[in-house]
């Protein structure tokens, strides 16, 4: 029998274990790996029983998941959802079971009502960074002409790639409307196999393109590998600015052939139980609950490396 906290002996222990069902993305990137492990980590530390589940970027496999976590009865369900649309229905589902839903990672376009809080980052301000870091690198670079702009966005529909993509352009269109130009841009779904073979077909269709703009470092990993074929310098004939900031995005970072990275912090971990723990406890959270996170330039990368933590 579970103890059910209901003031029995005090001695024992006290209240039940929080059970928390979470249901993750995929592992499409070192960003994913890193988050999943900071997830994991976080709830052994906390004592959480965790149910955790790897949608391997369906959203269909995603709502099954949550769907199994209400008939389990656990006692939070977080997640983080693949795409923006769609979860109404299974919101509506948790609701009605009584069991609070908390977002990582990425937000949902849904009645905020039906869930309590994001923790995670700004996505579109991100995508701003992105556009002022990479005025820095032009000017290292001494770069001369019109800036032509290839961007390998995220998984169509997914919070961070809309928001990357807005923000990116806020400033282009603030700043840079007769210099810059994204002459072409399409998803790359945040893999390093996607990233390749998009690019490998940019430089066919656009072989004027001298800076690529990729909304994940993995992406940005698998365009270099295909502007290496091509016989081109990544970092030099194409500039190149990426957001994440994995262990591997500073490896090319330290070897020039990123020009600089743009950070958006995977470990939530320790964030989320701690939310968790509020939510089952019934305080009040904040609506939004965001992760710091800086921004490294080429020369930062080789004194940064030691001291990454993903
Ligand atoms: C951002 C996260 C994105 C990462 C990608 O918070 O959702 O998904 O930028 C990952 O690397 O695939």
């Known amino acids: 029998k579970e103890d059910e906290g209901s003031g029995g002996d005090s001695g024992s222990g006290g209240s039940k274990k929080i059970t928390l069902g979470f249901s993750q993305v995929g592992s499409e990137s070192g960003w994913r790996s890193a988050n999943t492990d900071s997830v994991k980590s976080a709830a052994k530390e906390a004592g959480y029983n965790l149910k955790f ?18 008939a389990q009865k656990v006692d939070v369900i977080a997640f983080s959802p693949v795409v923006v649309t769609g979860w109404d229905a299974i919101l509506k589902e948790a609701q009605a079971a009584k069991i609070p839903v908390v977002l990582t990672d990425r937000s949902v376009e849904s009645d905020e009502s039906l869930f309590v809080t994001l923790v995670g980052s700004d996505f ?28 390998l966005e995220g998984t169509t529909g997914a919070a961070p790639a809309i928001e990357r993509a807005k923000g990116f352009k806020e400033i282009m ?26 690019m490998a077909a940019f430089l066919q269709s656009n072989p ?3 800076v690529l703009y990729a909304h994940n470092d993995d992406m940005g990993l698998g365009a270099i590998q295909a502007i290496e074929a091509a016989g081109k310098k990544p970092g030099k004939d194409i500039l190149i600015v990426t957001v994440d900031g994995v262990k591997d995005g500073f490896i090319a970072m330290s070897e020039g052939k990123i020009n600089a990275i743009v950070e958006c912090n995977p470990l939530l971990g320790p964030q989320l139980m ?29 004194d940064a490396l030691p001291t990454r933590k993903y």
């Open 53 to 70: 589940s790897d949608a391997q970027q369906k959203q269909e496999n995603q709502i099954s998941a949550i769907r199994s976590y209400i």
């Open 124 to 151: 579109t301000d991100e995508g701003r960074r992105a556009a002022k870091i990479l005025e820095k690198v032009l000017e290292k670079a001494g770069h001369k002409g019109k800036v032509k702009i290839a961007q």
């Open 173 to 198: 269109d603030a700043e840079h409307k007769d210099d810059w130009e994204i002459v072409v841009s399409q998803t790359g779904d945040f893999t390093r196999a996607g990233g390749k073979q998009v």
């Open 208 to 210: 004027d393109i001298n």
């Open 274 to 302: 701690e939310v968790v723990q509020k939510v089952h406890d019934g305080e009040k959270v904040e609506r939004w609950i965001k992760t710091e996170e800086s921004d490294f330039m080429q020369d930062q990368a080789k």
